[in-house]
């Protein structure tokens, strides 16, 4: 076994993202989904046994997650590019041992990754150690009040400031599980975080949703899958109302599907440039927010079909304006966007206003980087309106630290001759080789 490089080999810089001269013609396959790998990561911390990850996705996102559960006591290696997971030693003797022994607090770095700042302040408060926890600048103004709360409800001695990182979980703390009430309708790694580390807690837990509808409602159905495959008994008696039986999950051996919400950008270019593209093994079912980009396409007048090797997209000749609720599929949001924008006529993006919480507040980004191609965009609260052009000016496109602002603008580029992609390496927060993929695209057909 051979530990796991910790760096990725991301594009750097800014980045003269290639036109298309004509439709693009081009199979891609995209590597395993982030939100599964760091999903099953969890678990896999938390196993009665070992785990062995494969088709993981290397990124910046899911390198923090594995140095984060390293940090809690994970043994975490890679053995011909499969993930051999050891969990944490959760009993009594090791958070006593601990207790007495430590000296120093474990720190642990967030980067921007909102599952690294969710998911891992449970975990962290059932090891029985001192935990800080902290992160990138723009993580730093990140709502975690929720979970702070939530924690503290359950038993857990948090420190922190306004409810934004840094965050101190202290020693003394347990997690008990029992009954929780919580507002989610700011997002739902609220709930999947709560509900990946419920099984250990001695009571299980019953969670409730009090507030607003979750967003991004597909993204709780991957964490229920998820806790299924590992054994885990969790049930949902009424909507937003979870239970989750006490007991360790099992050992996992799985395979990561493709990154659905990574390949929505590779599809997108089939839409942009009026070509035909194949996301190589798109999986017939899965809980994937991504997967709603079928039906996305198909509503800015695309064909779509989907088979045993793949998802199969052919663009338009002249794209249809849309009117879509992206409240599920809030992630897919810029892409979407940078379609709206080629399109003849006016669209309206609604349920959207929980991504003014995410890597950058998305909405003001958007709005503020079409404008300056040309493109006329109203901002609403929850929802932005654009009215697409042909006459496209070239520009710096920034990207705000967002890896999907990036996506957006290498859509964009294919019909903007000389558009300029500023820091395009923050894309590998989630797909470290996007830039290379994309390019690889663009000469398949030459």
């Given amino acids: 076994m051979t530990d796991i490089p910790t760096e990725t080999l991301p594009a750097a810089g800014d980045w003269q993202a290639p036109a298309a001269a004509s439709g693009i013609t081009a199979t891609v396959s995209v ?81 921007l990754a909102g599952t690294v700042m969710r998911f891992v302040p449970p975990v962290a408060a059932l090891t029985g150690r001192e935990v800080v926890l902290d992160g990138d600048e723009q993580a730093r103004v990140r709502p975690m009040t929720v979970t702070v709360d939530s924690l503290s409800s359950l038993g857990a001695e948090i420190t922190s400031t306004d409810g934004l990182l840094p965050l101190t979980i202290h020693a003394s703390s347990q997690l008990r599980g029992g009954h929780l009430e919580i507002d989610a309708s700011a997002s739902s790694q609220f709930v999947s975080g709560l509900l990946l580390t419920a099984p250990v807690m001695p009571l299980g837990l019953e969670l409730v949703n009090t507030g607003g509808p979750v967003p991004s409602r597909t993204h709780v159905d991957m964490t229920i899958e998820v806790l299924q495959v590992a054994g885990v008994d969790i049930s949902e008696p009424e909507p937003e109302r979870w239970i989750v039986e006490p007991g360790l999950p099992r050992g996992l051996d799985v395979t990561v599907e493709p990154d659905l919400s990574n390949a929505a950008a590779f599809a997108a270019a089939a839409l942009a440039s009026s070509g035909s593209v194949t996301i190589a ?52 949001t810029p892409v979407v966007s940078a379609l709206a924008a080629l399109a003849e006529g006016t669209s309206h993006l609604r349920g959207i206003g929980h991504l003014r919480g995410h ?47 990036v996506m957006a603008g290498a859509i964009l580029a294919l019909r903007n001759r000389g558009l300029i992609i500023e820091n395009a390496g923050t894309v590998a927060k989630t797909l470290p080789e996007f830039t290379r993929l994309w390019e690889a695209m663009l000469s398949a057909g030459d």
């Fill in 31 to 111: 590597p395993g989904s982030k939100s599964l790998t760091n999903r099953y990561l969890i678990l896999a911390a938390l196993a009665q046994s070992d785990s062995d990850l494969k088709g993981w996705l290397r990124s910046r996102d899911t390198l923090l997650m594995i140095e984060a559960l390293r940090g809690l006591g994970a043994v975490i290696e890679e053995d011909a590019d499969v993930l051999h997971i050891e969990p944490i030693d959760l009993s009594e003797a090791a958070s006593s041992a601990h207790r007495a022994n430590s000296t120093e607090p474990i720190s642990i770095d967030c980067g």
């Fill in 281 to 332: 093994d798109w999986p017939v079912h899965t809980t994937q927010a991504g997967d709603g980009f079928r039906d996305i396409a198909e509503a800015f007048g695309a064909e779509t079909a989907l088979d045993r090797k793949g998802l199969h997209v052919r663009g338009p000749s002249t794209l249809d304006a849309v009117d879509l609720d992206l409240s599920a599929v809030g992630e897919l």
């Fill in 359 to 405: 890597e950058t507040d998305r909405l003001a980004a958007l709005t503020k980087e079409l404008g300056d191609i040309g493109v006329d965009v109203v901002e609403h609260p929850d929802a932005l309106t654009i009215t697409g052009t042909a006459d496209l000016r070239p520009a710096l496109w920034h990207t705000y630290h967002d890896h999907r602002m």
